[in-house]
RNA sequence: GGCGACGUGGCCAAGUGGUAAGGCAAGGGUCUGCAAAACCCUCACCACGGGUUCGAAUCCCGUCGUCGCCUCCA
């Protein structure tokens, strides 16, 4: 079995075979660090991350480097704005964006360059363009050549001639040709600069990526990513300069994720309709926007809204109810069911991999992987004990893995004070008598584990509900949910978790 | 105007020639003091109109609609 990609440059889904057996390199453009990341943003990064980590466990060893642009001119004219200077301006938002990526669990790239730590490569490059005839220099600006270039277009699938017919916006006269683009900008007073020999000045948007993948992955790549609104012009005029100076195709495989859609149209922030990941952080967790993008396909758009985000949480909490452990008091399941169960479960795995396999087909994997939990949760159902399900549980937890959810509930802090009031609430309640049935928290004792103290809340409602003491019963219940601890009462007991 | 993608149940969505995966929501049931969860059951003439075929959501033509790119953009 082979992997399958869709290839933009050729619209076709092709067999995936790297340059080295064994070895993927890959290229993903990073945003322009001039505001906040939107969950856009976080969708492409999590699109990648998601290949990535197939790549890795398909057995290849992955070089990834996804950059960030940190001199442009929004960058310039925001940094006006707030009176900072660009280059902090950028660095700020760049860690903010780290800190969202690790958030969402995007697993870190092999590097992370960035434009302005490459400007002797790029001023090699626009040297040697230069050289080749390949592009000019006006008035300190330096302008790549698009003339030259006899498959100009083959990208994105346009010819020069169309595209000149249908430029909208200002032609700058200096320019040979309207497509011509800028892989070398002369500085205005004031603005960041790097001298060159043409004149100080800063990097062109599309030339900071030909230079760092040159750098740091080398003159031909195995993939290259993005956002498809980056396919023309930037990756088209990636592929022009840089395949003019080495005469080789520049990436093998183009991989473009679909667009976030909101309110209609693309979500964008020169458009200001977005969702920030700050924002969605602070609501969902995040794997939520994991299970959204899972449960589209890479290449088409997704449309954010309520609806689907609460649909998206509600299926990675039904992800994880294939985890719960056996029902309390489980004598165990039948032969013949744990048998199907674990027969599912290998053909989960070899399913799993036939869909991924195909051009990543991560919404047909998840129906795989509900499946599985509804197999488990049958099982469980009817007996069955933490020793005949956690095989299938483990391959559930793999698989899940490998598309980056974390499915293990994340412990909360919660201060042990909150849970003690509710004790103190309860000797109120409980006369004399009856507290003699009931073990207390003692003072340093177990006073300072939460999880513990819980656990012996939930002993004491045991006491209660045999009792039938169904307001001191519910008491604790409520207390408990106003402080994000679910309890769920079964035949044979009541359990917690986190919600 | 040019290039491209898409239109599957209330919502998301898989499926590209053999009579529609899955999740959410909804309704019914089991369990249960109640609640929650879980389990079981129910829920689609695949935008429309032609055509090709023994057979089409899947191929072809047309119509309508939505979105992206052509300008900075993940």
Redesign the pocket.
Known sequence: MTLRIYNTLT?RTEDFQPLEPGRVTMYV????VYGGA?V??G??SLVFDIVRRYLVYRGYEVRYAMNY?DV???IIQRAKQEGEPPLELAERYIEEYDQQLKALSVLPATVYPRATAEIPYIIDMVARLLEDDAAYVVDGDVYYRVEKDDDYGKL????LE??H?????DVDERKEHP?D?AVWKAAKPGEPAWDSPWGPGRPG?HIECSAMVFHHLGQQIDIHG?????????HENEIAQSESLTGKPFARYWMH?????FS???????LGNLISIKAFLEKHEPDVLRM?VL???Y?????Y?D??V??AA??L??LR?GL?PALPGATGAPKTETAALAKLAEETRTRFIEAMD?DF?T??V??LL??L??QI??V??VGATNEQMQGTQAVLFELSGVLGLRLKRQEKNLDAGLVLKIFDELRKEIDAEMSQEIRWPTAGGENGNTPQLIDMLLDIRDVL?AK?L?KL??QI?DGLAKLGV??????GGSSWRWE
């Not at 453009?29 to 322009?32: A, I, M, S």
């Not at 994720?257 to 859609?261: D, E, P, V």
């Not at 679910?486 to 035949?491: F, I, K, N, T």
Request: aromatic share 6%.
């Open positions: 619209r453009c990073g945003p322009t939107h856009g943003h969708m492409s642009t442009d001119d929004k994105s699938g346009r010819r169309d595209m017919a249908g430029a909208r916006i497509m683009f948007w993005g956002g498809n609104d980056l396919i023309f012009p930037h994720n679909g667009l976030m859609q209609g149209e693309k979500m964008s922030r020169s959204m449960n589209s396909s290449r088409h758009p997704l449309t809204g609806e689907i609460e649909g509600r299926g909490e039904r109810s719960r195909d087909n919404a047909a998840l129906g509900f499946e939990v509804r949760n049958q469980r159902e509900r039938k169904w019963t519910d219940r679910l309890v769920e009462d079964s035949a």
